[in-house]
């Protein structure tokens, strides 16, 4: 039998979350359409910090009670995350929060449980970012075999 | 996708998800009474107005429409605001410290639609009342304190 490549993602993700590797959210709110729904359910990776141009789950910046889901648009080593929104009209980010403290991301939103196979990465690349090369400012480097893995 | 759907909530129903917050009303908390006392202060100025108003002058029938217009628009719009904040913002915990919550806020939602349908100086005051009543609870559980201030007094 023939297993597509996001289906042995998804499938991995699965497997990881079973290990409790992987914690579930429900998104909340319209402001990641069209990548996310209110009320889909998103598996969270807690081990590894995303990248720009992936999904974070981070700590709201006035109440660290509030976990948000936003996409990274850039680290800066001296200022911390840049979070947008997809859908910009429906959500707060760093537009009005400025940069996130280097420690308010608490993972990366590494699959939707209700539609595996969608995409999470932005059709077109975020704009604006420093040095937003996927794997960029990921430390420590991960060795071929971590990358595969956690696909 | 519809059996994955059903079981993907009955697990939540079981072990409920934490929720990711993508939206601005909950996490942005920007809540302030003042917006429905600005609408509620435009209602109690239209009514005057129309209670004022000259019939004899040529444009009456224009500016009278004008002013229930806006008088409408602006008692939806402080139905609207002390929608959210009742809803959104008060929490079960605020009722222990203020018993009279929904109270204050039925009286005040009751006053915005009899100051909507009527053309009463009475109802638009009460909705002020209201109002500043909310103001005084609303910043007490900021541990604020804010001084109540109209822009037309």
């Not at chain 2, 019939?55 to 402080?78: L, M």
């Not at chain 2, 929490?91 to 018993?99: F, I, N, R, V």
């Not at chain 2, 009899?114 to 109802?123: F, G, I, P, T, Y």
Request: glycine letters at 6%; hydrophobic letters at 45%; charged letters at 20%.
């Amino acid at each position: 039998m023939i297993v597509s490549q996001p289906a042995l993602g998804a499938l991995r993700q699965v497997g990881w979350w079973a290990l409790g590797r992987r914690r579930r959210f429900r998104v909340v709110g319209p402001s990641m359409e069209p990548t996310l729904h209110h009320g889909e359910f998103v598996l969270v990776d807690p081990a590894w910090p995303p990248v720009p141009g992936e999904l974070a789950l981070a700590q709201h910046p006035t109440d660290p009670d509030l976990l948000v889901v936003k996409r990274v648009a850039a680290i800066t080593p001296e200022r911390g995350w840049v979070l947008t929104s997809d859908n910009p009209e429906a959500g707060t980010d760093s537009r009005q929060w400025g940069p996130l403290a280097p420690g308010a991301v608490v993972g990366r939103v590494a699959l939707i449980l209700d539609r595996p196979g969608a995409r999470l990465d932005q059709p077109s690349p975020p704009s604006g970012g420093q040095g937003t090369g996927p794997g960029r400012h990921r430390w420590p480097p991960l060795p071929a075999l971590a990358r595969w893995l956690r696909r | 996708m519809a059996i994955r759907a059903r079981l993907l909530a009955c697990l939540d129903h079981v072990f409920p998800a934490p929720a990711a917050f993508a939206h601005c009303d909950g996490p942005c908390g920007v809540y302030d009474p003042a917006s429905a006392r600005i609408a509620a202060e435009a209602v109690l100025s239209m009514t005057r107005k129309l209670l004022d108003l000259d019939a004899s002058v040529a444009d009456a029938h224009n500016t009278f429409a004008r002013y229930v217009s806006i008088k409408e628009q602006q008692a939806e719009i402080v139905k609207h605001e002390l929608s959210v904040l009742w809803g959104d913002y008060f929490k079960p915990e605020h009722l222990e410290t203020y018993p009279e919550l929904h109270t204050i806020f039925w009286k005040a939602l009751k006053a915005a639609s009899a100051a909507k349908q009527q053309l009463s100086v009475e109802a638009a005051t009460e909705l002020l009342e209201q109002i500043h009543a909310i103001h005084d609870i609303f910043w007490a559980t900021k541990k604020r304190d804010v001084e109540w201030m109209l822009a037309n007094p």
